[in-house]
């Protein structure tokens, strides 16, 4: 089955990549897909990048320098040791990001067709609302 489900974050002001990775970091949110960090910085090129996870700083860096340079850039993030995750975009304004949540996802106990968007929110809303979150629209299309 497929289905297309996205969490869209809008912020007050233009947010840096290093901003909302180490909010997120910071509560459990790691790089970590199943052992590496996996990133795209040019979509147009369209070949993901690995590099090992103690090279996290210089991919934050290069992510960085991917948005400034007009890019949308991608980098996949889990929860703690639970590889539930998905890949966040980073868009060139720095208003906005999203999450394409595709990595062990969390379904609804009551309604399992439908992801659990409750679980995702819980994870996210408290450390980018220290950061200026501003707004959050979600869609789940099974």
Same mark, same amino acid.
């Given at each position: ?16 990549? *290093?901003?909302?990775?180490? #909010? ?9 897909? /199943? ?40 980098? /996949? ?19 906005? /990001? /999203? ?5 062990? *996802?969390? #379904?609804?106990?009551?309604? @399992? ?13 408290? @450390?980018? #609302? ?13």
């Amino acid at each position: 089955m497929s289905r297309d489900t996205e969490f869209v974050f809008t912020f007050t002001q233009e947010t840096r990549v *290093t901003d909302v990775l180490e #909010a997120l970091g910071a509560c459990g949110w790691v790089p970590d897909d /199943m052992g590496k960090i996996s990133f795209l910085v040019d979509p147009e090129d369209g070949d993901w990048q690995t590099r090992a996870l103690e090279e996290y700083p210089a991919v934050i860096a290069e992510l960085e320098r991917g948005t400034a340079a007009g890019y949308t850039c991608t980098i /996949m993030l889990t929860w703690k040791d639970t590889r539930t995750g998905g890949n966040f975009f980073f868009y060139p304004s720095g208003g906005r /990001m /999203m999450l394409a949540p595709i990595l062990n *996802t969390r #379904a609804r106990p009551d309604h @399992p067709r439908f992801l659990d968007l409750e679980w995702y929110l819980s994870r996210l809303l408290g @450390p980018l #609302a220290q950061i200026g979150l501003s707004g959050v629209e979600t869609s789940d299309l099974a």
